[in-house]
């Protein structure tokens, strides 16, 4: 099997790395300026979702960043959250050194909505996570769903963001045990050292993350382990293919490291890892979320198939026979409207429509053939909002700006 870490170092004389979070123009190439020196078109085709990615330069190539994010003052990215709450970790025994975990490494941790208090637990030697501000949030989440192509997925139907930029600010000796993430993660290191073990995840796109060692928590956090297990045991070919709490042993065999610098950038699909903090930094890491195509059909098709009486209908079966001979109904019903939905839904075509209506058509008075437009892309969404659908008749001097909306 070959390597997951793809590692690069880059040389600042002979090929210097682009300042991360500066504009060309209007634009801001940040996929570019990640995956330096790779190509990004090379990047998605060898490494997006298939393995493990780290670069390695000057902490100056993150300056632009740097002075979005109050030049690192912890306290200034504390009052400038949008968090509801910000998450702490604390070592269980108390007059341990900053960081210093007991209990078989695991921390203790609880939420505070006051910043102040965050603070002081920092300085206790607590370690801090929550979400960036939403200035930064938006710029990064931006430009890396379209410059992946999520396309429409990375929107929520109201317009919203799937996706959002979270800060850890860590102690030396904090770590995160074995796990992995549903998300598409890209990290930044902008201060401090943090050492992760890499290995191959059981299960390709997973939609949840999975936590082991929420398994020796409280009944809730058991529970809650015990659903991730349930789901990736589905996901992954049956329980005998998936282990919920594999033994440490297992883990380390095999298993990769990458050290993270100030300037140092990692990106990690969804994969089992650990991260152990060497030194106090701090770090920013992108979570890409992205709509599936199980999401998309399944929502289509549920309000496509209420759109008929028979979709509607509640079942009433008298017989084994009775109830074969409605489900053959519904899933014709089914094949058809699934049919239905190939030219909106094709990759490319998400938002313009092959065919024109006529009679719209034939009341066009302007120059040119038109072009019709979706403006709902998500149209079919479970949201009752998305029921509807909105075509838009467009002459050709504005077939570039949708065009642009497309992309």
Same mark, same amino acid.
């Given at each position: 099997?070959?390597?997951?870490?793809?590692?690069?170092?880059?040389?600042?004389?002979?090929?210097?790395?682009?300042?991360?979070?500066?504009?060309?123009?209007?634009?801001?190439?940040? %996929?570019?300026?990640?995956?330096?020196?790779?190509?990004?078109?090379?990047?998605?085709?060898?490494?997006?979702?298939?393995?493990?990615?780290?670069?390695?330069?000057?902490?100056?190539?993150? @300056?632009?960043?740097?002075?979005?994010?109050?030049?690192?003052?912890?306290?200034?990215?504390? $009052?400038?959250?949008?968090?509801?709450?910000?998450?702490?970790?604390?070592?269980?025994?108390?007059?341990?050194?900053?960081?210093?975990? +007991?209990?078989?490494?695991?921390?203790?941790?609880?939420?505070?909505?006051?910043? @102040?208090?965050?603070?002081?637990?920092?300085?206790?030697?607590?370690? %801090?996570?929550?979400?960036?501000?939403?200035?930064?949030?938006?710029?990064?989440?931006?430009?890396?769903?379209?410059?992946?192509? !999520? +396309?429409?997925?990375?929107?929520?139907?109201?317009?919203?963001?799937?996706?959002?930029?979270?800060?850890?600010?860590?102690?030396? /000796?904090?770590?995160?045990?074995?796990?992995?993430?549903?998300?598409?993660?890209?990290?930044?290191?902008?201060?401090?050292?943090?050492?992760?073990?890499?290995?191959?995840?059981?299960?390709?796109?997973?939609?949840?993350? *999975?936590?082991? !060692?929420?398994?020796?928590?409280?009944?809730?956090?058991?529970?809650?382990?015990?659903? $991730?297990?349930?789901?990736?045991?589905?996901?992954?070919? /049956?329980?005998?293919?998936?282990?919920?709490?594999?033994?440490? @042993?297992?883990?380390?065999?095999? *298993?990769?490291?990458?050290?993270?610098?100030?300037?140092?950038?990692?990106?990690?699909?969804?994969?089992?890892?650990?991260?152990? *903090?060497?030194?106090?930094?701090?770090?920013?890491?992108?979570?890409?979320?992205?709509?599936?195509?199980?999401?998309?059909? /399944?929502?289509?098709?549920?309000?496509?198939?209420?759109?008929?009486?028979?979709?509607?209908?509640?079942?009433?079966?008298?017989?084994?026979?009775?109830?074969?001979?409605?489900?053959?109904?519904?899933?014709?019903?089914?094949?058809?409207?699934?049919?239905?939905?190939?030219?909106?839904?094709?990759? /490319?075509?998400?938002?313009?429509?092959?065919?024109?209506?006529?009679?719209?058509?034939?009341?066009?008075?302007?120059?040119?053939?038109?072009?019709?437009?979706?403006?709902?892309?998500?149209?079919?969404?479970?949201?009752?909002? +998305? %029921?509807?659908?909105?075509?838009?008749?467009?002459?050709?001097? %504005?077939?570039?700006?949708?065009?642009?909306?497309?992309?």
């Amino acid at each position: 099997m070959s390597r997951l870490l793809l590692e690069r170092w880059m040389d600042e004389e002979r090929d210097p790395a682009p300042s991360v979070g500066a504009f060309d123009g209007r634009r801001l190439p940040l %996929l570019a300026q990640l995956v330096h020196p790779l190509a990004p078109h090379k990047f998605v085709q060898a490494v997006y979702r298939q393995r493990v990615y780290a670069t390695h330069s000057s902490a100056r190539r993150f @300056e632009p960043l740097v002075e979005r994010l109050h030049r690192l003052s912890l306290a200034r990215l504390l $009052q400038d959250t949008p968090s509801e709450a910000i998450h702490v970790w604390v070592s269980g025994q108390l007059g341990g050194r900053p960081g210093e975990q +007991s209990g078989g490494g695991r921390a203790e941790s609880f939420k505070t909505e006051d910043a @102040e208090a965050a603070l002081a637990c920092h300085r206790a030697g607590g370690s %801090l996570y929550f979400r960036a501000p939403e200035e930064v949030s938006d710029l990064l989440v931006t430009a890396l769903s379209q410059q992946l192509g !999520m +396309s429409y997925g990375a929107l929520h139907p109201d317009g919203a963001a799937r996706s959002e930029v979270e800060t850890f600010a860590s102690r030396a /000796g904090h770590t995160t045990d074995w796990h992995f993430d549903f998300m598409e993660n890209f990290t930044l290191q902008l201060s401090g050292s943090k050492r992760w073990r890499l290995k191959r995840g059981d299960v390709a796109h997973p939609v949840r993350g *999975c936590t082991p !060692m929420w398994r020796r928590k409280d009944a809730a956090m058991l529970g809650a382990a015990e659903q $991730q297990a349930k789901c990736h045991a589905q996901h992954s070919g /049956g329980a005998a293919a998936f282990e919920p709490e594999p033994a440490a @042993e297992e883990l380390e065999e095999g *298993c990769e490291d990458v050290l993270l610098t100030p300037g140092s950038f990692l990106y990690l699909p969804a994969g089992t890892h650990r991260v152990e *903090c060497e030194e106090d930094s701090l770090s920013v890491n992108v979570s890409l979320i992205g709509l599936c195509w199980a999401d998309v059909l /399944g929502d289509a098709l549920k309000q496509r198939l209420r759109c008929h009486p028979a979709g509607r209908a509640p079942l009433c079966l008298h017989s084994l026979a009775q109830g074969r001979s409605q489900l053959a109904d519904a899933l014709a019903l089914l094949a058809k409207e699934a049919a239905a939905l190939r030219p909106l839904l094709t990759s /490319g075509e998400a938002l313009l429509v092959d065919g024109v209506d006529q009679a719209a058509v034939a009341t066009w008075e302007g120059a040119g053939d038109p072009r019709a437009y979706v403006l709902h892309a998500q149209f079919g969404g479970e949201e009752l909002a +998305s %029921l509807l659908r909105v075509e838009v008749l467009a002459p050709p001097p %504005l077939w570039p700006l949708l065009e642009w909306r497309r992309e």
